[in-house]
């Protein structure tokens, strides 16, 4: 059984920076692709960042230049780095494991926390 645990969500000012951290469970970890999602109010989940067991990442172009997703197999943790944030970046954010990752077509397979809040005001 894999159980994630997302932390770091609050209330920051557009332009400013926040770090998400994911804590995974189970042994797997080492071998599995990791990725952040996020549902904005009203909107549909999306994909935002994956990275692959061995390091390589992928972004939503959205995203490109301002977040960086990282993880550290030995402590079984992903991390959502967040830079210059803007108010259209307010949304619920999930951690996700062990998914199918496309920044085209929703999946929602995988293990998933349970969410953390992330408000940028303008």
């Known amino acids: 059984q894999v159980q994630l645990v997302e932390s770091g969500g609050g209330l920051v000012q557009a332009g400013g920076s926040l770090r998400l951290s994911c804590a995974v469970s189970g042994s797997i970890f080492s071998i599995i692709p990791m990725g952040w999602y996020r549902q904005p109010p009203g909107k549909q989940r999306e994909l935002v960042a994956v990275?692959?067991?061995?390091?390589?990442?992928r972004y939503t172009d959205s995203v490109k230049g301002r977040f960086t997703i990282s993880r550290d197999n030995a402590k079984n943790m992903a991390w959502l780095q967040m830079n210059n944030l803007k108010p259209e970046d307010t949304a619920v954010y999930y951690c996700?494991?062990?998914?199918?990752?496309?920044?085209?077509?929703?999946?929602?397979?995988?293990?998933w926390g349970q969410g953390t809040q992330v408000t940028v005001s303008s």
């Open positions: 990275i692959a067991s061995r390091g390589s990442t």
């Open positions: 996700n494991a062990d998914g199918a990752y496309s920044f085209t077509t929703y999946n929602p397979s995988g293990y």
